[in-house]
C-alpha cells in the first residue's frame, strides 16, 4: 500500500520561513514526479511545486515563484518544501502528491493527509 505521510507544518509570522516533508512508502519514487498542492479554506486544491524524478527539473506557482524551493532525496524515498517569506495566504492544507508514470505535471495518482500552514500576519 502507498503511503505519502506529511510534516512541518504549523503556526507561523509573516516572514517566517517553514520546511515540509513528505516521507514515501509501499512505492519507490525515485523514477517519477512528485510535487506539493495546497488548499486554502473555502478554495479548491490548487498546485504549489512539482519536481522531477531526477530533481534537475522543478516547476512553481507563480504565487511561490521565488520564496518556495522543492527538493528531494530519492534515497530517503522523500521530497520537501521549503517555504521562505511565508504570507497569511499562504495559509493551507498542504498535500503531497507522487505519480505513477509519465504525464501532466498537474495530475498525480498518490496523495498524502495533508498537514496545515498558518501563517499569521
Known amino acids: 500500500q502507498v503511503q505519502l505521510v506529511e510534516s512541518g507544518g504549523g503556526l507561523v509570522q509573516a516572514g517566517g520561513s517553514l520546511r515540509l516533508s513528505c516521507a514515501a512508502s509501499?512505492?519507490?519514487?525515485?523514477?517519477?514526479?512528485m510535487a506539493w498542492f495546497r488548499q486554502a479554506p473555502g478554495k479548491e486544491r490548487e498546485f504549489v511545486a512539482a519536481?522531477?524524478?531526477?530533481?534537475?527539473?522543478?516547476d512553481y506557482a507563480d504565487s511561490v515563484k521565488g520564496r518556495f524551493t522543492i527538493s528531494r532525496d530519492n534515497a530517503k524515498n522523500a521530497v520537501y518544501l521549503q517555504m521562505n517569506s511565508l504570507k497569511p495566504e499562504d495559509t493551507a492544507v498542504y498535500y503531497c502528491?507522487?505519480?505513477?508514470?509519465?504525464?501532466?505535471?498537474?495530475?498525480?495518482?498518490?496523495w498524502g493527509q495533508g498537514t496545515q500552514v498558518t501563517v499569521s500576519s
Open positions: 509501499g512505492r519507490t519514487f525515485g523514477n517519477a514526479r
Open positions: 519536481i522531477s524524478w531526477s530533481g534537475r527539473v522543478s
Open positions: 502528491a507522487g505519480q505513477e508514470s509519465g504525464g501532466s505535471w498537474y495530475d498525480y495518482d498518490y
